[in-house]
């Protein structure tokens, strides 16, 4: 069984580019959720998808964007990068209809400056 | 809106000294609580899901517990690879994501 992966693993981008941060969902899962951790934080709730829909939002603007793929993998855009989006940005798996149980991946540790 | 309030913030413990972490929450209809243990750096690894109060789940050294309030995470002698920082989550059930505590921050010492 394959757990959830990320990459990359680190990223440095300056204020106002885009970045794009991608995940695989672990085997058998079919649903992507996203999260944003700050430093000393718990992770608080971007978005989730699920067949490849946005189906549920966190409180975060729209230029957090997100797509999911048919073999369930996900991508998460940020646009007009700003300092305070430094973060570690969690990917996490999960069996929508059988648990709510997330497992998540390793993490994208993302500087802005 | 779902709140979760973890304590202590920290908790610096000797090796096999037992004790416990708490996590109270307010859900409308909790679809789960979970525990998630997490290493510097590193994504949170799933401890336990609880659905209902009274549940009860154990691995090793740790056993959560659940009431309609709150949540326990009791740690019995602890060895120092159990330092890291314990995560508390609620799903409600009006919500698609989790909505997670700050944290404990436990430190084993030898």
């Known amino acids: 069984e394959t757990g959830v992966t990320q990459s990359p693993t680190h990223l440095i981008k300056t204020r106002g580019q885009q970045v794009t941060l991608r995940c695989s969902s672990q085997?058998?899962?079919?649903?992507v959720s996203w999260y944003q951790q700050a430093l000393g934080q718990g992770p608080q709730f971007i978005f989730q998808?699920?067949?490849?829909?946005?189906?549920g939002r966190g409180n975060f603007p729209p230029r957090f964007s997100g797509l999911q793929f048919p073999n369930y993998s996900s991508e998460l855009n940020v646009n007009a990068l700003e300092l305070d989006d430094s973060a570690l940005y969690l990917c996490a798996s999960s069996l929508s209809g059988v648990t709510d149980t997330q497992y998540f991946g390793p993490g994208t540790r993302l500087t802005v400056l | 809106e779902d709140q979760v309030t973890q304590s202590p913030e920290a908790l610096r413990l000797q090796e096999g000294e037992s004790s416990s972490l708490n996590c109270s929450y307010t859900v409308s209809g909790l679809r789960g609580l979970f525990w998630y243990r997490q290493d510097p750096g590193k994504g949170p690894e799933f401890l336990f899901t609880l659905y209902s109060a009274g549940e009860e789940k154990e691995k090793e050294r740790l056993k959560a517990t659940l009431t309609k309030k709150e949540s326990f995470l009791h740690i019995t002698a602890p060895k120092p690879e159990d330092s890291a920082t314990y995560l508390c989550?609620?799903?409600?059930?009006?919500?698609?994501?989790?909505?997670f505590g700050k944290g404990t921050h436990l430190i084993i010492q030898p």
């Open positions: 989550a609620v799903r409600g059930g009006g919500a698609d994501g989790l909505t």
């Open positions: 085997s058998g899962h079919n649903t």
């Open positions: 998808y699920y067949r490849e829909e946005e189906n």
